[in-house]
């Protein structure tokens, strides 16, 4: 089993590769879609790192895919354009996962 990321910079990748994780750099909507797409088809992927703001591009598709998808688990990661403050996005995800306002 096996990391992969989708991120919206450089440095990220770069980060990440040296991490061991591989990975692709993406900027719209169509290629985060396109990158999912093949992150979720591959049976050794177990994990998606997935930088917030591609989060922020397509936020309803996965949600959707975290809710129903076994695997890959699919992770919201900050970057250097973050601020690091994951809190809002795990409130955001049990607010809209089970109506639940904490």
């Given at each position: 089993?096996?990391?992969?990321?989708?991120?919206?910079?450089?440095?990220?990748?770069?980060?990440?590769?040296?991490?061991?994780?591989?990975?692709?750099?993406?900027?719209?909507?169509?290629?985060?879609?396109?990158?999912?797409?093949?992150?979720?088809?591959?049976e050794d992927i177990a994990i998606?790192?997935?930088?917030a703001r591609l989060l922020e591009?397509?936020?309803?598709?996965?949600?959707?895919?975290?809710?129903?998808?076994?695997?890959?688990?699919?992770?919201?990661?900050?970057?250097?354009?973050?601020?690091?403050?994951?809190?809002?996005?795990?409130?955001?995800?049990?607010?809209?996962?089970?109506?639940?306002?904490?």
């Open positions: 089993m096996r990391f992969y990321l989708i991120s919206d910079n450089v440095d990220t990748q770069v980060g990440m590769r040296l991490a061991g994780i591989e990975g692709v750099v993406v900027h719209e909507a169509a290629e985060v879609k396109e990158a999912l797409d093949y992150a979720t088809s591959q998606v790192l997935i930088t591009l397509l936020p309803d598709m996965i949600y959707d895919l975290k809710l129903k998808m076994k695997k890959p688990l699919i992770v919201e990661i900050p970057d250097r354009h973050g601020d690091g403050r994951t809190q809002d996005s795990i409130s955001r995800y049990v607010r809209e996962a089970i109506g639940l306002k904490i």
